[in-house]
């Protein structure tokens, strides 16, 4: 049988890909990395498991290529985490390897080619694509049902073999902990506010609706207003609450792209011809700083009543 | 050694989709723009030319459709990384190349490296292009290149032949380190591109612009992605205004709305 080349930095991923290497009608091989290969979980997944010790893409990068020399799989398949997008982009480089990224569906797979979809134009459209085999896919989470741990599980280690980039130091990132992708309510809060102090009025509206606030990208990763795991989009998370409270937000696509799974979407932004109003249910063109307090105050009242 | 390649898509712009009668997407009627994060390797560039001490050189491939169609918008690209700060540009556009995979796409701008610009110290790359994506270009030049790759910098450092980069990963960043030359993908947080002055847009236009076709570098493309459809997303927002005389008024109905759909 031919054989599926799973490379994962976390566990949870590892058992969805496995779904994916199932439909594509290969025997799972795993590399797990990274908190992955320390899991306690590796040797009942019941699937080969070469695990390696190591978070940075050079040694990763050596490990991947020796098992894809070895065991020839038809596909390598994978979440696309900044570490896989980076070792999976060079193993198709080097061997001319077809690799389609971020897909949200297998429409059709055989021993020969598959096909799939993924978004394009930054998510405001879908590509329907078809790769001969062998090919590297990328995945996008919860795509996937997790396949149920299948038993025993053989794990070898790996040595790890270092190449011309070396770790040298490590930067921890300040996280909440928040659990967007659980959250039933959000408040959305972008470049509209003027400092990290306003965002006191999202974080009260929050509090009386018992939603949780998130960022765009520049808020989160750039001016690092919130912290990073409040990041909503393309390159960040994807919510599916019941009700997203957008503010100051103007509605890029790869914003949008992280809401699209929203129920029912509010914008609130001062600029009538912001896009955001297109991707919206309800819109209130207004300066946030003069609308919040008065939609706080309403909100209290209701409460009270 | 000393150059520095900076890699600028003529992508096209999500936010000028459109499409035809049959809901499937008219790629020659989308314009193309320099693509976002291209603007931020541009200026990164900027700041580490003098410390590599060579010159700073955008390559141009373009990829949708026939490039006699796109005359305007991709010199209107090309003028663009030249004023944003490339001391020379060189597009790549051939009907044969259109429409390529990134197996083509990434042979051609190594081919273009090696053969035309063969003194670079650094390769910088967005992470990611606006309409297709797919972060995979950077690694698979690394790859044919042959030389060090570091990917989602957030902040870059040259000195005595390495490069240090702060380095993106979900959870944490990585200091990582590497000799010259490297291949490097830079994130939209690295810096903050500063638009052209007029001075350098006018600049740009005397700047030297060399045009390559797929026979200047030899490459028959041969993709292996085969595009079945695209695709518009539609979305069925309700988009609803909320009016009223008052934000009192405006925050109510607001309120009732909600209510209403069940989400308060
Ligand atoms: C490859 C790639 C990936 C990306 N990934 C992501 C991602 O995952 N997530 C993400 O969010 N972005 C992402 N981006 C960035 C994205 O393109 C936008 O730049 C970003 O989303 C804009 O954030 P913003 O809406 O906060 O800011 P802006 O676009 O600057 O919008 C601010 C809005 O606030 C409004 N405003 C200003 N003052 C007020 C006021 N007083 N009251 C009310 N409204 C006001 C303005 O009218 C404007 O519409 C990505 C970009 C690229 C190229």
């Not at chain 1, 908190?35 to 306690?40: E, L, V």
């Not at chain 1, 912290?227 to 997203?244: F, N, T």
């Amino acid at each position: 049988m031919a054989s599926v080349l799973i490379v994962e930095g976390s566990i949870g991923e590892i058992l969805e890909s496995i779904t994916v290497a199932k439909l594509v009608g290969g025997e799972p091989v795993v590399l797990a990395y990274g908190s992955a290969a320390k899991s306690g979980d590796l040797g009942s997944i019941g699937a080969r498991v070469y695990k390696l010790d190591a978070i940075h893409p050079d040694p990763i990068f050596n490990a991947v290529k020796k098992l894809y020399e070895e065991i020839k799989p038809i596909v390598v398949v994978g979440h696309g985490s900044k570490n896989n997008r980076d070792v999976l982009s060079r193993l198709a480089g080097l061997y001319d390897l077809p690799m389609g990224t971020d897909i949200t569906k297998v429409v059709e797979a055989s021993d020969s080619y598959v096909v799939y979809e993924r978004g394009f134009l930054s998510e405001r459209a879908v590509a329907q694509e078809k790769v001969p085999l062998p090919a590297v896919l990328l995945v996008n989470a919860k795509v996937f049902e997790p396949a149920s741990p299948a038993g025993a599980s053989e794990v070898v280690e790996l040595p790890v073999e270092e190449g011309q980039v070396k770790l040298v130091g490590r930067l921890e990132k300040q996280l909440s902990g928040i659990n967007l992708e659980e959250a039933e309510i959000i408040v959305g809060v972008g470049r509209g506010f003027k400092k990290k102090e306003d965002l006191k009025l999202a974080f009260e509206l929050a509090e009386l609706l018992g939603a949780q606030v998130g960022a765009t990208r520049p808020i989160a990763a750039d001016y690092k207003w919130l912290p990073e795991d409040a990041w909503i989009g393309i390159s960040g998370k994807r919510v599916a609450p019941k009700l997203y409270i957008a503010v100051g937000i103007s509605g890029a696509p790869q914003h949008m792209a992280g809401v699209n799974n929203a129920k029912i979407i509010v914008a609130v932004n001062k600029d009538k011809s912001a896009p955001i109003f297109k991707f919206a249910d309800y819109g209130v063109v207004a300066d946030l700083y003069q609308f919040l307090p008065v939609l706080i105050k309403k909100l209290k009242e209701r409460k009270g009543q | 050694m000393g150059d520095i390649v900076v890699l600028v898509k003529p992508a096209l712009n999500p936010d000028m989709v459109r499409t035809k009668p049959d809901g499937s997407i008219d790629i020659d009627a989308i314009p193309l723009k320099l693509d976002d994060i291209d603007a931020n390797a541009l200026e990164l560039a900027k700041q580490l030319k003098s410390a590599l001490g060579g010159k700073v050189v955008a390559v141009l491939l373009h990829k949708w459709g026939s490039p006699a169609r796109r005359n305007r918008d991709l010199r209107m690209v090309t003028q663009e990384a030249l004023a944003r700060g490339a001391d020379e540009a060189i597009l790549v556009s051939d009907e044969k190349l259109a429409d390529g995979d990134q197996i083509v796409t990434s042979q051609v701008l190594a081919e273009v490296i090696k053969k035309y610009v063969p003194e670079y110290s650094l390769v910088l790359v967005a992470e990611a292009s606006i309409d297709q994506t797919t972060g995979q270009i950077a690694g698979r030049i690394a790859a044919k290149l042959g030389v060090p790759f570091i990917s989602y910098a957030r902040k870059v450092e040259v000195a005595d032949g390495k490069v240090k980069v702060e380095r993106d990963v979900e959870d944490h960043i990585q200091v990582l380190e590497a000799p010259l030359p490297a291949v490097i993908s830079v994130t939209q947080e690295i810096n903050e591109p500063r638009p052209p002055t007029l001075i350098q847009i006018r600049r740009a236009a005397k700047k030297p612009q060399k045009k390559l076709t797929a026979s200047d570098l030899g490459i028959t493309p041969q993709p292996k992605k085969e595009v079945v459809q695209y695709r518009i997303l539609t979305v069925t927002r309700k988009q609803i205004i909320i009016e009223g005389d008052t934000l009192e008024e405006i925050a109510e109905k607001l309120i009732q709305a909600l209510e209403k759909e069940g989400v308060i």
